[in-house]
């Protein structure tokens, strides 16, 4: 699929490698293949899992662990025969493992699902995705495991993804095709500075992050530890002000 559908970034005037041509009367393999070029998915939510003797109110056995295992497949692309679906079809086997709300499984793969949306450049969605892992505390009451682990990534990656310009990316049905943004295409490090400025904005819209739960203040520090990272002074100063003005008594504050 990718030899036929070369990335734009590695195709020199932004043109496709011209196909050879077929010599006369011998046909090539390839000639009756149809490509998948709109994400045709293998895994709707309509699966019906082979039926199990369960008791009353009980999910399943092992269903929830094989859409996981079958999702880890495709998002570690292992098999090359998902092309640039791969992220999609991951995306589609955690959502089917989603249905099953038993720990640990569920809060693994809510977040490989965020994650998934992450490396597919969809960066809202991946965003929204991660604050319901945030809200997700059902773990919690049920095993006092409070799934630190998962929301200290949580918060890094959240932050991260507010800084891309390209906040949508591409649609869902769409096949993963590495995009360019604002670091790779700007050289000016002030003018990366100030177009990315525009993750202070997003931060505060309380539409994308919650404003007042006791884990917002966490988004904030991570991404003034972007911008600190990222070497952009004046964007770590806005945000961390915003820290102190928000949640001058916290622990944590700059």
Same mark, same amino acid.
């Given at each position: 699929?990718?030899?036929?559908?070369?990335?734009?970034?590695?195709?020199?005037?932004?043109?496709?490698?011209?196909?050879?041509?077929?010599?006369?009367?011998?046909?090539? &393999?390839?000639?009756?293949?149809?490509?998948?070029?709109?994400?045709?998915?293998?895994?709707?939510?309509?699966?019906?899992?082979?039926?199990?003797?369960?008791?009353?109110?009980?999910?399943?056995?092992?269903?929830?662990?094989?859409?996981?295992?079958?999702?880890?497949?495709?998002?570690?692309?292992?098999?090359?025969?998902?092309?640039?679906?791969?992220?999609?079809?991951?995306?589609?086997?955690?959502?089917?493992?989603?249905?099953?709300?038993?720990? &640990?499984?569920?809060?693994?793969?809510?977040?490989?699902?965020?994650?998934?949306?992450?490396?597919?450049?969809?960066?809202?969605?991946?965003?929204?995705?991660?604050?319901e892992l945030l809200y997700a505390d059902e773990q919690e009451k049920l095993t006092g495991d409070p799934g630190s682990d998962f929301r200290g990534e949580a918060f890094t990656y959240i932050a991260g993804s507010l800084t891309y310009l390209d906040f949508d990316g591409p649609g869902p049905d769409e096949p993963y095709i590495p995009r360019n943004d604002v670091l790779d295409t700007e050289t000016d490090p002030k003018k990366q500075e100030q177009k990315m400025r525009i993750a202070i904005e997003r931060v505060q819209d309380e539409a994308l992050i919650p404003q007042k739960e006791k884990w917002t203040v966490e988004i904030y520090k991570a991404l003034a530890q972007e911008f600190k990272e990222l070497n952009q002074y004046r964007n770590t100063i806005e945000i961390s002000e915003l820290i102190l003005q928000k949640w001058p008594m916290d622990c944590g504050a700059p």
């Open positions: 699929w990718e030899r036929r559908h070369p990335e734009p970034m590695k195709t020199k005037g932004g043109k496709a490698p011209a196909r050879p041509a077929p010599k006369p009367g011998k046909k090539n &393999p390839g000639d009756d293949l149809v490509d998948e070029t709109v994400f045709q998915n293998p895994y709707p939510q309509s699966c019906v899992p082979v039926a199990q003797k369960t008791l009353a109110g009980q999910d399943p056995r092992y269903v929830a662990e094989v859409w996981w295992l079958i999702g880890d497949y495709h998002f570690n692309e292992v098999g090359r025969e998902g092309g640039a679906f791969n992220f999609n079809r991951a995306q589609a086997a955690y959502s089917n493992s989603l249905q099953f709300k038993k720990p &640990p499984i569920y809060g693994v793969s809510m977040y490989k699902l965020a994650w998934t949306f992450f490396k597919q450049q969809r960066f809202k969605s991946s965003v929204v995705q991660f604050v």
